[in-house]
C-alpha cells in the first residue's frame, strides 16, 4: 500500500472511487519508464527506492484500462480473470457502504527488467469531484476573469489611483537613472557623494610636497630605483590607526590631496557581505586557476619564502617592450574561465562601482583623463579589452590585479618595499584589501615616503600614487586570510595617447632640431602638470571638486619646491637597520 501510495502522490494520480452504479472501472497496469520522468527531486527518488527496495534506475508508470464492469461483481474476481497466479490480497471489508467511499485493488505489475516489486495492496481514498458550473464563459477575457476569480490566490485588479502611483514611481526612478548616467558620462557626482565627501577627515602630512616624490624624466612612469637614503627606518614609522569607518584624505603642504583612505559607502549596511561574498569568490578563482612558477615569483612578495603569492593581471597595458598597447594575456581556457567569472562577481562591480566614486570625488581630474585616455584607445582599438565596470562609459583603470594565495595555503598577500614604477606616475593606484585578519595585528599598510604605518581594515580601499610612493604590507597571522584587489593604469597608455598613437621613436623620427627642443621641454615640464591635476582640499570644500574657479595666480607658482628634498628629516646613519 505504502508503494502505491507513494507511486501516485509523486506522478500526480488520483484515484478513482468505485461505485457499483458505474458502468466502468479503471484498472491500474505499470510499464517502466525513466526515473527522472516523475520523481523530480532526489529525496524524492532515495525514499521511493528506500521503501520499495529498488535498486535500478528505473520505476513504474502507471496507465489506465477501461473495462465493462457490469459482469464484474468484485475486483478481485475480475483479476482473477485475468489468470493471474497469485492469490488476490485480502479484502479487509467490502461491504456496499465501505465500497461507496473506497475502492479496493489489487495490483499485478508487468515487469520488462529484471527487478520485481512486491506486490502490495492500497486503499486510497477518493475525492469527490467538484461540480462543474452550468455554462462556462465563452470569451478569452471571461475566460480570464472567470479563472482569477476561483483562484485562491485572487488579487483584484489594481485602481487607477494604483496605477498612476505605480507610473510616476518608474518616471522618477527613469529621470533619477538618467541623471546619473549623464553624471557619469561628464565624470561628475552627485550632491550627495559630494557632501558624504566634504565630511571627509583632511589630514596634513607635516614638510610634505608632492612633487617631491621621484618620477621618470619624461614624467609618465615611476623611477625603478627605491630613493633608499630618503626613507625613513622602521623604527622612525608612525602609527595612524584608522578605523575604516570613515573616509580620511592626505594633504601636502600645499593642501592638494594626494591619498583617500576610503571608508565604505555611508549607507552601504551590507559592506561586510561584500567582503565576505569577494573573499569566497576570490577562494573559488584560486582554487580554479593554475599558476606556474613565473605567476608565483614576483619581486613585490620578495625573499618571504612561504608567503610568496600570485599575481594575475587583466586588462589593457602597454610597456616593456610592447610595440603597441595590447590585452594582458591569460594563457589557458580554465584561467580565463575563473577570471571571466571573478569579473562577473555581484560584488566585485559594487566594489569597482565604489572605488570608481572615491577617485571621481577626490581627483575629479585625474580620473577624468585616465577615462578619456580608455574611451580613446577602445576608440582606435574596440579588440582592446579594459576590466569590466557598471558603468555604461567605462571604468577608471586600465587593467586590475588579482593577488592571491596561488599555492600558498595561508592565503596571505605580502610585499615588500618597492614602487609599481610602470604605472601612471601622477595616477592613482586602488589597493583593496579582502580577507578575514585582524587588522590590528597585521596587514598594515606602509607608506615609506611619509614614514606612515597604516592600519588597513579588510573591506576598505586605499588610493594613492603607486608609481612614486615606495610602499609595502605587513604580515598578518598564520591562520588567517588576506587577498588583495588591485586597480592601476600602464604610464605607457598615456604616453602612447599622448603621441598621437605612436612611440617615442616614431615620434623622433620626424622632428625637426626646433621641435625637438619644444619636445624636450615638454617632457621636463610633464611631471610639474601631471601634479597639477590633484584636487586641492578647498576646492573640494568650496564644491568646485572638478576645479573650475582658477585662482588669478598661475598654479604653476604652487609647484615651485626646495632644492633639497622634503624628506630629508629622515636622513639616518649607516648601520642602522631599514626593513
Known sequence: ????????????????????????????????????????????RQVFLQDQG????????????TIDASSVP???????????????????????????????????????????????????????????????????????????????????????????????????????RGAAQRRDGGNEVSQRVLETAQSAI????????????????????????????????????????????????????????????????????????VNCGLMQALEEYDRNSTFSSKDMSNRRAGDLGTNSYAIRNTGVSHGGGQREPGNVAVCGLRNKAAVAALSKNQYMGRLVGHTGRLYTTFANRLASESRRVCQELHKKNPELIFPSHPSPNGGYWAARSYNTAGWNESGAAVT????????????????????????????????????????????????????????????????????SVVQYSAGGLFRWVYNGFQTDESVLDGLKEKELKRWQEDRRCRWKEGVRLYTKWYELVKGDYKGKELEEESDLTDYEYESESDLTQYEYSTDEEVV
Open 1 to 44: 500500500m505504502a508503494f502505491l501510495l507513494t507511486l501516485s502522490s509523486a506522478l500526480g494520480v488520483h484515484l478513482p472511487r468505485y461505485n457499483p452504479g458505474n458502468d466502468s472501472v479503471k484498472v491500474l497496469r505499470f510499464h517502466n519508464f525513466n526515473l527522472e520522468d516523475s520523481l523530480r527531486s532526489e529525496n524524492e
Open 74 to 176: 468484485h475486483v478481485h474476481d475480475f483479476l482473477k480473470s485475468r489468470g493471474s497466479s497469485s492469490s488476490s490480497p485480502t479484502c479487509p471489508d467490502c461491504s456496499p457502504s465501505k465500497m461507496k467511499n473506497t475502492f479496493h485493488a489489487a495490483a499485478y505489475p508487468v515487469f520488462t527488467t529484471s527487478s520485481q516489486l512486491p506486490i502490495s495492496s492500497f486503499e486510497a481514498m477518493s475525492k469527490p469531484s467538484k461540480k462543474r458550473p452550468a455554462s462556462r464563459p465563452q470569451s478569452p477575457s471571461q475566460r480570464l476573469k472567470f479563472q482569477r476569480s476561483k483562484s485562491p490566490s485572487f488579487v483584484k485588479a489594481p485602481t487607477a489611483r494604483q496605477l498612476r502611483a505605480k507610473r510616476k514611481t518608474e518616471l522618477a526612478r527613469a529621470r533619477r
Open 416 to 483: 615588500v618595499r618597492h614602487t609599481d614604477f610602470g604605472n601612471w606616475a601622477p595616477g592613482w593606484c586602488c589597493v583593496t584589501a579582502i580577507g578575514s585578519f585582524d587588522p590590528d595585528k597585521g596587514g598594515h599598510l606602509i607608506l615609506w615616503n611619509v614614514g606612515l604605518r597604516i592600519r588597513f581594515p579588510p573591506g576598505c580601499s586605499i588610493l594613492f600614487p603607486s608609481a612614486v610612493i615606495t610602499h609595502s604590507n605587513e604580515r598578518i597571522q598564520p591562520e588567517e586570510k588576506r587577498y
Open 54 to 65: 529498488v535498486f535500478s534506475d528505473e520505476i513504474l508508470e502507471l496507465e489506465y484500462e
Open 202 to 273: 583632511p589630514m596634513h602630512v607635516d614638510g610634505f610636497n608632492a612633487l617631491s616624490m621621484l618620477a621618470s624624466d619624461p614624467g609618465w612612469i615611476g623611477t625603478k630605483e627605491l630613493p633608499q637614503a630618503k626613507l625613513p627606518p622602521a623604527s622612525k614609522l608612525k602609527d595612524f590607526n584608522w578605523d575604516g569607518k570613515v573616509t580620511v584624505v592626505f594633504l601636502d603642504r600645499l593642501d592638494r590631496i594626494w591619498s583617500v583612505l576610503g571608508a565604505p559607502p555611508p549607507k552601504a549596511k551590507d559592506w561586510k557581505e
